[in-house]
């Protein structure tokens, strides 16, 4: 039963647009006779959109149905906004296009620049403290400065004199009372010709330019050493 009144349902469609062709053709060709003034421009745009404020009943639309010329200008506006939509829809694909190209750009550069970072070499630096004085919290003393970049770095130092080996905490802080903590990592000192060193990574990337300082904390000690830094 679908398929039969499928089937009908299309024959009356293929029907239906003869018809209006035929009627068309017949405008078009001067045979019929319309009744009345032809209306005005924006009555007959409104036909051209099918707007729906248009009601059935208002005798203009038999007179452009029936209108040589009301039939051309219908004609010609459905046309014109055939060709409007279609720029439209072409300008908007083509604005969502590049939206799309430029965002998978970005997210490539993003990419690529998140992985440019992550494996870049971190700079090696070191720090001589062998004959620097130093102080634990803040007792005052004569401190050497320390410079470092605000990147990732393998930084290696010597610590002072009479130092013990061991296991050591070394820091990056705001200030010598070990509050903000910017960079830590655990290392252990060798004893390399006399002088105890230690070789720790630490990321000063997230770290502003401006005064920190560094710290050494050996595992039986109570308080920290610290050494201003300065970060570039």
């Known amino acids: 039963m679908s398929l039969i009144g499928r089937g009908s349902s299309r024959a009356e469609d293929r029907f239906e647009a003869w018809l209006k062709r035929m009627h068309r053709e017949r405008v078009l060709s001067g045979e019929s006779e319309p009744v009345g003034a032809c209306p005005n421009e924006a009555f007959l745009r409104g036909l051209a959109r099918r707007s729906k404020s248009i009601s059935l009943n208002d005798p203009r639309i038999d007179h452009a149905a ?22 439209l829809a072409l300008g908007l694909s083509a604005a969502c296009l590049v939206a799309i190209i430029g965002a998978i750009a970005w997210l490539q550069y993003e990419n690529h620049h998140r992985q440019a970072v992550a494996t870049a070499a971190p700079i090696s630096k070191t720090v001589d403290l062998w004959n620097t004085g130093t102080y634990r919290g803040e007792r005052p003393g004569q401190l050497q400065s320390v410079v470092l970049p605000a990147a990732q770095v393998r930084l290696t130092i010597v610590l002072p004199q009479f130092s013990s080996p061991g296991q050591y905490l070394v820091a990056v802080t705001r200030d010598q009372s070990g509050n903000g903590v910017i960079a830590e990592g655990l290392t252990t000192a060798d ?34 050493y610290y050494y201003p830094l300065q970060i570039e």
């Open 66 to 87: 029936n209108c040589q010329n009301c039939m051309n200008r219908i004609l010609a506006m459905r046309q014109s906004v055939r060709s409007e939509r279609k720029r």
């Open 191 to 224: 004893d390399i010709k006399g002088q105890e060193k230690v070789s720790v990574a630490i990321d000063l990337r997230s770290a502003k330019a401006g005064a920190y300082f560094l710290s050494t904390t050996h595992e039986q000690d109570q308080a920290a």
